[in-house]
């Protein structure tokens, strides 16, 4: 029987994606922007003032074995920053503090099958953005969810992908505005801090040319924006799970019981 939630499928409340946000990193923000800064910026920090030498020449660098290599090494960082952050997330919506310890072996965990997740989701966002800009956009939006899907539901690594369209199936749009007014705030940050000499802002050109201190700034800046795009996207699963199935975040905390 054709019930009212098919004909009308209910919508994702934005405003209350960021307020669950905010409350989830208000519960535990040293822990929370303490590991984006350590295991997001400073990689990001050492990877820069490494590189600053081998940039002279951009096109050849990064055409370079080299340079692959750091970009899988910096992923696989990522995805364990991002499965430390995902138990904390999880936790702080169920309503309870996630210890140091715990955090840290669900990253040691998960991380590699999430490395798994997020490189198959750039290949296929970077094949469809080569195809045509759109398609590229619509699969980076239904597939937003996959990372955290795959730590909650513990399912198969392709599964997850489908599992992630179909939460935000009816949400597409919507899931699209808010990506595109995180990148706007991203940019006015990086824009004020550029003007400052504190991050590169809206300069673009060879890495060489940076000072360490603009090579530090980005590189904070890189981990705090990782820490909260990350929350972003673990509160809107949690969200659209709740949308789809009325699951609530007690439900996730249980996860790792």
């Known amino acids: 029987m054709t019930t009212l939630s098919d004909i009308a499928p209910r919508k994702l409340d934005l405003g209350r994606v960021m307020s669950q946000t905010a409350a989830v990193i208000g519960r535990q923000p040293l822990l929370i922007l303490g590991l984006g800064v350590v295991l997001g910026g400073l990689p990001s920090i050492v990877s820069g003032l490494t590189i600053r030498p081998q940039m002279a020449n951009p096109a050849a660098f990064m055409g370079s074995g080299l340079y692959w290599l750091q970009t899988l090494v910096l992923l696989l960082i990522n995805s364990y920053l991002q499965a430390c952050l995902y138990h904390v997330i999880f936790a702080a919506l169920g309503n309870r503090k996630a210890g140091v310890g715990e955090v ?39 597939w937003c969810v996959a990372g955290p899907a795959l730590i909650a539901e513990r399912s198969g690594i392709t599964a997850v992908f489908g599992r992630s369209a179909e939460l935000t199936r009816h949400n597409r749009w919507r899931i699209f505005g808010l990506a595109v007014i995180f990148v706007i705030a991203i940019f006015i940050i990086e824009g004020v801090l550029g003007a400052i000499g504190l991050a590169r802002g809206f300069n673009f050109n060879a890495l060489a040319a940076y000072t360490p201190a603009i090579v530090i700034g980005s590189g904070i800046v890189t981990g705090l924006v990782t820490a909260f795009s990350t929350t972003v996207v673990a509160v809107l699963y949690a969200e659209l799970r709740e949308l789809k199935q009325g699951l609530g975040g007690e439900s996730l905390a249980e996860v790792f019981d």
Do not use: D, E, R, S
Not at 109 to 114: H, M, R, S, V, Y
């Open 104 to 142: 840290l072996t669900t990253g040691a965990k998960f991380f590699l099958p999430l490395f798994a997740v997020n490189l198959l989701y750039y290949l296929a966002c970077i094949v469809g953005m080569v195809l045509l800009l759109v398609p590229g956009i619509m699969i980076g939006v239904a």
